[in-house]
């Protein structure tokens, strides 16, 4: 089996040493990690993510923003993305319903088990994706 790349963009570079090596070592994922908000923009097209974990508050450009404009590409509208935020708690996330607008949500810190079944129900529904609704619509 393949595994499934994930693309993290979060300018937190301790998180995102954790979070890869926490996604790597189940050996489903393989894990390109962008700490710089532009840089992390620019991976998206040259890593080809089966799935984006992005953080909401970063300097120079933050996730929203980096969400429309990946939402706005035909050739990347369709990669799942979920924001990856410590400005909610675990339990304000839940009770949103997982959700920001029409991402899905992690609060930070998270647990292994809780950040693969994120990635995976995230990974499912790019899998349903009928191509006309989806990311940020």
């Given amino acids: 089996m ?7 963009i979060d300018d937190e570079k301790d998180m995102t040493t954790v979070v890869k090596q926490m996604l790597e070592r189940t050996g489903a994922y393989s894990v390109r990690v962008e ?15 089966d799935l984006i974990l992005l953080d909401i508050m970063m300097p120079g450009m933050d996730g929203p923003e980096i969400a429309r404009r990946i939402a706005a590409d035909e050739a990347t509208q369709s990669i799942p993305i979920i924001f990856f935020t410590g400005l909610l708690t675990e339990r304000e996330a839940d009770e949103g319903g997982g959700f920001i607008g029409n991402y899905a949500v992690i609060a930070k810190p998270v647990t292994l088990e809780k950040l693969v079944a994120k990635v995976e129900e995230g990974l499912k529904q790019n899998e349903d994706w009928d191509g006309d609704s989806f990311a940020g619509e």
Avoid: R, T, Y
């Fill in 2 to 8: 393949l595994s499934k790349k994930i693309l993290v």
């Fill in 35 to 49: 700490n710089d908000s532009l840089k992390g923009l620019a991976a998206v097209a040259a890593f080809k993510p």
